[in-house]
T-cell receptor
C-alpha cells in the first residue's frame, strides 16, 4: 500500500516556541492531506484539511493562527504549532488518501514543557 | 451531522476468547471502514464495508455491515496477544477521493496471555 511519512517522530520543546511537523506521501500524490490530534486514550480528532495550492480548512474550535498549515506540493504538507503551550502536548497524525483509502503517517509526539 | 457510536469502550479478554465491537449510527451509512491502532502506533486500515448485509473475513476477523446499513460489527475469534490495540469504526461520508473521516471513539482491546 501507499506510504506516508512524518517527521519528526518525537519532539520536546519549551513553552512559547514553534514546532514544525512534516507529512509526506512517499509514493503517491496527495492534493489533500488531513491533520489529526489524539490525546491519550481518545479517538482521533480532525484538526484541519490541508489543500495543495490553497488555504487549509480548519475544523470548528481549531485556531488557524496557532496551527499553521502549508501544503506547498503534492507530496508535502506541514503543520506548525506556533507558540506552543503544555496543553498542545499531544500525538499529531497526518493522513492522505490514495484510491479511496486513507493512509496514515506514523505520528509525531509533541511534549511542550 | 452524522455520528458513530462504538461499544464497548474497553474490553479485557483472556487469550483464546472471542471479542466483538459494535458500531451504531442513527442515520443510514453510505459505507464504513475499520481501522486498528496498536499502542503507540498509528491507525491502520483493515477493511471497508459498502453493501447492506455484507460480511467480510480476514483470517480470525469477521466484519459485518447491518442490513439497514446503520450498524457494523467486528468479531475476532480466539484472540491472540497480537490483537491488542484500539479498533475504530470510521464513517466515510462523502463521494470522491478527498473525504473527511468521522471516527468512532474506538474499542480498546486488552488480551491476557
Amino acid at each position: 500500500g501507499a506510504v506516508v511519512s512524518q517527521h519528526p517522530s518525537r519532539v520536546i520543546c519549551k513553552s512559547g516556541t514553534s514546532v514544525k511537523i512534516e507529512c509526506r506521501s512517499l509514493d503517491f500524490q496527495a492534493t489533500t492531506m488531513f491533520w489529526y490530534r489524539q490525546f491519550p486514550k481518545q479517538s482521533l480528532m480532525l484538526m484541519a484539511t490541508s489543500n495543495e495550492g490553497s488555504k487549509a480548512t480548519y475544523e470548528q474550535g481549531v485556531e488557524k493562527d496557532k496551527f499553521l498549515i502549508n501544503h506547498a506540493s503534492l507530496t508535502l504538507s506541514t503543520l506548525t504549532v506556533t507558540s506552543a503551550h503544555p496543553e498542545d502536548s499531544s500525538f499529531y497524525i497526518c493522513s492522505a488518501p490514495d484510491l479511496g483509502t486513507q493512509y496514515f503517517g506514523p505520528g509525531t509526539r509533541l511534549l511542550v514543557l | 451531522g452524522q455520528q458513530v457510536m462504538q461499544i464497548p469502550q474497553y474490553q479485557h479478554v483472556q487469550e483464546g476468547e472471542d471479542f466483538t465491537t459494535y458500531c451504531n449510527s442513527s442515520t443510514t451509512l453510505s459505507n464504513i471502514q475499520w481501522y486498528k491502532q496498536r499502542p503507540g502506533g498509528h491507525p491502520v486500515f483493515l477493511i471497508q464495508l459498502v453493501k447492506s448485509g455484507e460480511v467480510k473475513k480476514q483470517k480470525r476477523l469477521t466484519f459485518q455491515f447491518g442490513e439497514a446499513k446503520k450498524n457494523s460489527s467486528l468479531h475476532i475469534t480466539a484472540t491472540q496477544t497480537t490483537d491488542v490495540g484500539t479498533y475504530f469504526c470510521v464513517l466515510y461520508p462523502n463521494a470522491g477521493n478527498n473525504r473527511k473521516l468521522i471516527w468512532g471513539l474506538g474499542t480498546s482491546l486488552a488480551v491476557n496471555p
